[in-house]
């Protein structure tokens, strides 16, 4: 006699402790990023194929030819934007809404926005499923941020740009932080953390990273 759904328990514990483990060896060490990465199940924001492998420290493909980051850069990305609990942060380019829904368990509120109507519609659904109700997911070109919803504490660029687009620089506030892939799309990028001073920016970089490219204009699907 076997016992199915308790060896399957037994199974996720297992990766999940695996997961943890992989992030922590990485350089993810900030206790409130590993707990939220502990609480959000990234296999909800993997489809098909794929799924079975959502506790891998790997990128995985999904919908309209983008992909869901590598788990270890969205945590040191997390950690590098240094989320207080009453902060508003954009995120441009939601994909599969994971990284948003990391974000959301650290600060008040998360806009987030990409340029395919499908992604933002699929991960709104998952972010409704799960209750995560202080994301807000748009349709839009980010490279313009939202000028409606800011200025934000921090902004999360998770699509690499050539420079940092200037909206995001004025619509982020003095004292916020924001973290950007830069370079060509495919080259490995830098990321880099800025910082909005008194007066002006200051700009440190951060590791080597690779990204798909933030694309101008809407997506077609
Ligand atoms: N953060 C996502 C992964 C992002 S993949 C996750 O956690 O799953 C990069 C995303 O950026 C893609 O979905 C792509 O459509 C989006 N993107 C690229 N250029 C964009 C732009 N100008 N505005 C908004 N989104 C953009």
């Given at each position: 006699?076997?016992?199915?759904?308790?060896?399957?328990?037994?199974?996720?514990?297992?990766?999940?402790?695996?997961?943890?483990?992989?992030l922590?060896?990485k350089?993810v060490?900030?206790?409130?990023v590993?707990?939220a990465m502990?609480?959000v199940?990234r296999?909800?924001f993997?489809?098909?194929?794929?799924?079975?492998?959502?506790?891998?420290d790997?990128p995985?493909?999904?919908?309209?030819?983008?992909?869901i980051s590598q788990p270890s850069v969205v945590g040191l990305m997390t950690q590098a934007?240094?989320?207080?609990?009453?902060?508003?942060?954009?995120e441009?380019?939601?994909g599969s809404?994971y990284q948003a829904a990391i974000l959301?368990?650290?600060?008040?509120?998360?806009?987030?926005?990409?340029?395919?109507?499908?992604?933002?519609?699929?991960?709104?659904?998952?972010?409704?499923?799960?209750?995560?109700?202080?994301?807000?997911?748009?349709?839009?070109?980010?490279?313009?941020?939202?000028?409606?919803?800011?200025?934000?504490?921090?902004?999360i660029?998770t699509?690499?740009?050539?420079?940092?687009?200037?909206?995001?620089?004025?619509?982020?506030?003095?004292?916020?932080?924001?973290v950007?892939?830069?370079?060509?799309?495919?080259?490995?990028?830098?990321?880099?953390?800025?910082?909005?001073?008194?007066?002006?920016?200051?700009?440190?970089?951060?590791?080597?990273v690779?990204?798909?490219?933030?694309?101008?204009?809407?997506?077609?699907?």
């Amino acid at each position: 006699m076997t016992d199915g759904p308790r060896d399957e328990e037994e199974a996720l514990a297992e990766r999940k402790m695996r997961f943890l483990f992989a992030l922590r060896s990485k350089g993810v060490t900030e206790a409130r990023v590993l707990t939220a990465m502990e609480r959000v199940d990234r296999g909800r924001f993997v489809r098909g194929l794929f799924a079975d492998r959502s506790y891998e420290d790997m990128p995985l493909p999904i919908a309209c030819g983008q992909t869901i980051s590598q788990p270890s850069v969205v945590g040191l990305m997390t950690q590098a934007l240094r989320i207080g609990p009453r902060d508003t942060v954009l995120e441009v380019g939601t994909g599969s809404g994971y990284q948003a829904a990391i974000l959301s368990q650290l600060c008040r509120r998360v806009y987030t926005v990409d340029r395919h109507r499908r992604l933002v519609r699929e991960a709104a659904a998952v972010f409704s499923a799960l209750g995560l109700s202080n994301i807000t997911a748009f349709a839009a070109d980010g490279s313009f941020g939202l000028p409606d919803q800011g200025p934000f504490d921090r902004i999360i660029v998770t699509a690499a740009a050539e420079d940092p687009p200037g909206p995001l620089l004025a619509q982020l506030k003095i004292g916020g932080i924001m973290v950007v892939p830069v370079g060509q799309s495919d080259a490995v990028q830098r990321l880099i953390k800025v910082s909005r001073l008194e007066k002006g920016f200051d700009y440190e970089e951060l590791r080597s990273v690779r990204f798909v490219p933030l694309v101008e204009g809407m997506g077609d699907d």
